[in-house]
């Protein structure tokens, strides 16, 4: 029996059934796009590790032991990272140190029995006029708290979700790749090219620059709280904490490194030095940070620690803008977008551009700068 006539508009329907559902999950992939960017991230810093263990272990068991050993103390750690920076910038905030103590100091001072009648005497007997009097203090302090919770628990969900995602990679990213290029692209094919070479320099960018941000921030920590304790009140720092996780985030940038941060902050210093006491012999501690992080945060992780990490590089400057300009329109997870994009574009020009311009047939093989980016390789 002949069905080709009815075939036609069978094709019509179900193509426009994937289209619905190709534009749904576009729109919810732009929804969820800075976890899922951060979820590839953390992918191809564990993967290495995972490969590791994959030689010992099943790949379900291995992606789970990486899951349970590596990337959850991750998410831990740099939860509490933020955890600290937010109590710190929370009690520059508030003016004061927000412990429990603060907080009920006032109902148990027992010193004011002389000259007028204790905080508690008062709650027994106007209790009224103690809650009205201390309404705005507690509302303050109770505003601060809630903020501070749901900003945690926002970032404690991203990272969770993220995390997940890098999981997901880790134990069925292999199985997707064989599947996809098993009934969607032929192996050796131009797009089988594109996607090595792509996950090559991915892991290159991204693996590299961790390892230095992380670097970075433990060195600006240690930096940042040792200044502390040998400075002078008048000149010590506030939030070393935050500003040191603020001077790796800083080191994602080429170039600029943690310039962004030891900069102002020494020269706010050197402001304070002189305004504070009006004592010139005070700037020789803000000058001693600057000359320290300028060399062991600065120039160090560029001219050793980074080429050292991230082996062959994409094109310096380019980076550095694909950072700047991913977390200026983006936001916070441009940072990990930008050199995504930018690798992206790099291997479209080195493998599938040229040939498109020239009117010849696509191939697996780089037609573009080949000291650019990372080459397909053979299959794996």
Request: cysteine-free.
């Amino acid at each position: 029996m002949d069905l080709e006539p009815a075939r036609a508009p069978d094709r019509l329907a179900w193509w426009l059934a994937v289209g619905a559902l190709a534009a749904l999950l576009a729109f919810v992939v732009l929804d969820v796009l800075g976890t899922l960017v951060l979820g590839l991230f953390i992918y191809y810093v564990v993967r290495p590790l995972n490969d590791r263990v994959d030689r010992h272990l099943a790949s379900d068991t291995a992606a789970t032991v990486t899951f349970l050993v590596v990337i959850l103390p991750l998410v831990a750690a740099v939860g509490y990272v933020v955890l600290v920076a937010a109590r710190e910038l929370l009690a520059v905030f508030a003016g004061r140190s927000l412990t429990v103590s603060s907080l009920l100091a006032p109902y148990l001072d027992s010193s004011l029995a002389g000259s007028r009648r204790s905080v508690v005497q008062t709650a027994l007997n106007e209790p009224v006029a103690l809650v009205t009097s201390n309404a705005d203090a507690a509302r303050r302090v109770a505003e601060a708290v809630l903020a501070l919770a749901g900003a945690a628990s926002g970032i404690l969900f991203v990272l969770l979700v993220a995390a997940a995602v890098a999981y997901f990679l880790l134990q069925d990213g292999d199985r997707l790749y064989r599947w996809s290029r098993e009934y969607l692209f032929a192996e050796e094919s131009t797009l089988d090219a594109f996607l090595r070479a792509v996950d090559r320099d991915l892991e290159t960018v991204y693996l590299g620059n961790v390892f230095t941000v992380a670097l970075v921030a433990v060195g600006a920590a240690v930096v940042y709280n040792g200044y502390n304790l040998v400075a002078p009140a008048a000149v010590q720092m506030p939030i070393p904490t935050a500003l040191a996780l603020a001077t790796g985030l800083a080191s994602f940038v080429p170039i600029v490194v943690g310039k962004l941060v030891y900069v102002p902050l020494t020269g706010l210093l050197g402001v304070s030095a002189l305004q504070g006491q009006g004592d010139a012999s005070l700037l020789v501690y803000p000058v001693a940070l600057f000359l320290v992080a300028l060399l062991l945060l600065d120039i160090l992780p560029q001219t050793v620690v980074r080429p050292y990490l991230a082996g062959r590089e994409l094109h310096t400057g380019a980076t550095m803008l694909s950072y700047i300009l991913g977390a200026t329109v983006f936001g916070w997870y441009g940072i990990f977008l930008g050199p995504l994009v930018l690798v992206l574009v790099v291997q479209t020009s080195r493998i599938v551009l040229p040939e498109l311009v020239r009117g010849r047939e696509l191939t697996p093989e780089v037609s573009g700068p080949s000291s650019l980016g990372s080459d397909p390789g053979g299959p794996e």
